[in-house]
C-alpha cells in the first residue's frame, strides 16, 4: 500500500523524532499502523500502534478504534 510506503519514508527522514518532529512520528507510526492492519500485517501493526502510544499516551488520536486498542492491549 502507498499509505505503508510514505508513512516509512516520514519516519526515516525525521531528524529529531522523539524533539519538535516528535508529533509527526506519532502520527506517522499510527497512521502506519492503521495501513499494515488493512494489509492483515497484525504483528507490524501492533508494533508502530504500541510506540505511538508509548511516546503520547494521552493523544486521543491514538488508537481510537476496536480494533485498534485491542492490538495495543494485546
Not at 13 to 26: A, Q, S, T, Y
Amino acid at each position: 500500500f502507498v499509505a505503508e510506503k510514505i508513512c516509512t519514508q516520514v519516519l526515516t527522514k525525521l531528524n529529531d523524532p522523539l524533539g519538535r518532529e516528535r508529533e509527526v512520528n506519532i502520527k506517522a507510526l499510527f497512521r502506519r499502523g492503521k495501513a499494515l492492519m488493512l494489509q492483515s500485517e497484525f504483528e507490524r501493526a501492533r508494533r508502530d500502534l504500541r510506540e505511538a502510544v508509548k511516546l503520547d499516551a494521552s493523544n486521543r488520536e491514538v488508537p481510537n478504534e476496536p480494533l485498534e486498542q485491542q492490538l495495543v492491549a494485546e
